[in-house]
C-alpha cells in the first residue's frame, strides 16, 4: 500500500515540474512578445532578459524576493482595484443575466482573440513574390 503511495507522490511531483517548467516557457515567451510589440526588440532577447532578471531577484535572498513579490501583488491588486472603479459607472444599467442568445451563447467558446485579431494592412510586412 505504502509503495503505490510513493508512485503516486512521485508522479504527481514529476506532474508539477513538468507543468511549472512548461508555464515558464509561455510566459517568458509572452513576456518577449509584448516587450517585442512595445520597443521593437527581439523577442527571444526580451524572453533571456527576463529569466535573468528573475534569476538576479532570486538569486539576492529569500527576503528580497518576497518583498519583490509583496510588491507586484499590490500592484496587480491596484490595477484590478483601478479597472473595477472605472467600471462602476457602467454596471448600474447592465442586465447580468441577459443571454440573447440562450443557453447555446452561455455553453459555445469565445473566439481566440488572436486568431480573429488582423493588424492593419500598413502594418504587415510586404509579401516577397
Known amino acids: ?30 513576456f518577449g512578445g509584448y516587450v517585442q510589440h512595445l520597443l521593437g526588440t527581439p ?7 527576463l529569466i535573468a532578471v528573475m534569476g538576479v531577484i532570486l ?10 513579490a509583496i510588491v507586484l501583488t499590490v500592484l ?6 483601478f479597472v473595477i472603479v472605472i467600471g462602476l459607472p457602467s454596471w448600474s444599467g447592465t442586465d447580468f443575466l441577459a ?14 482573440p488572436y486568431t480573429v485579431w488582423r493588424p492593419p494592412e500598413s502594418s504587415r510586412p510586404a509579401s516577397r513574390a
Open 76 to 81: 496587480e491588486a491596484a490595477g484590478l482595484v
Open 1 to 30: 500500500m505504502w509503495l503505490s503511495s510513493l508512485v503516486a507522490g512521485f508522479v504527481a511531483g514529476s506532474l508539477m515540474l513538468a507543468a511549472d517548467i512548461l508555464a515558464t516557457g509561455a510566459v517568458t515567451i509572452g
Open 43 to 49: 523577442l527571444i532577447g526580451n524572453a533571456l532578459g
Open 99 to 112: 443571454m440573447p442568445n440562450g443557453l447555446a451563447g452561455v455553453s459555445c467558446p469565445a473566439p481566440d
Open 59 to 68: 538569486y539576492s535572498g529569500v527576503r528580497q524576493s518576497v518583498a519583490i
